[in-house]
């Protein structure tokens, strides 16, 4: 099976923090997409790939638990871990301070898989998906 676990690092930019220099609220989100991305990327299952195989896999819930503010400039490293993928994708973040390594938020979020033929949701995630891990049904 690979890995199920990838990382990035964000720089804190201007424009995602509000008059007191604090991420709004709502950045984290975009973060933890960000990472998701690259995790997917890494198992050559992006975007591309899912449209490809036929279909879509959207946002059903999201988590987000606020541990430390984020602050402008600020270096985090930003960790995507799936931790299920049977019946649906969740997948677990952590952001850290990159200096102390402390963490800041965690949280998760929940897709599955639609039919984008019949609009359907799927109850088992699609073949396709286990191929890329490397795991059989």
């Excluded at 036929?54 to 400039?73: C, D, H, I, R, S």
Aim: proline fraction near 3%; charge should be negative; glycine fraction near 4%.
């Amino acid at each position: 099976m690979v890995d199920l676990t990838a990382e990035i690092t964000i720089k804190i930019p201007f424009q995602d923090v509000d008059v007191m220099g604090i991420v709004w609220h709502g950045n984290y989100l975009r973060y933890f997409e960000e990472a998701r991305a690259e995790l997917m990327d890494k198992i050559d299952f992006s975007y591309f790939e899912m449209k490809a195989s036929g279909y879509a896999w959207p946002v059903v819930e999201a988590q987000v638990k606020y541990v430390k503010p984020l602050l402008l400039q600020q270096v985090v490293l930003v960790r995507a871990k799936l931790v299920e993928y049977e019946c649906r994708l969740k997948i677990a973040y952590e952001l850290f301070d990159a200096e102390s390594g402390e963490r800041t938020t965690k949280g998760q979020t929940t897709q599955v898989a639609v039919d984008m033929q019949s609009n359907e949701m799927c109850f088992a995630s699609p073949q396709v998906l286990l191929d890329k891990l490397g795991v059989s049904s």
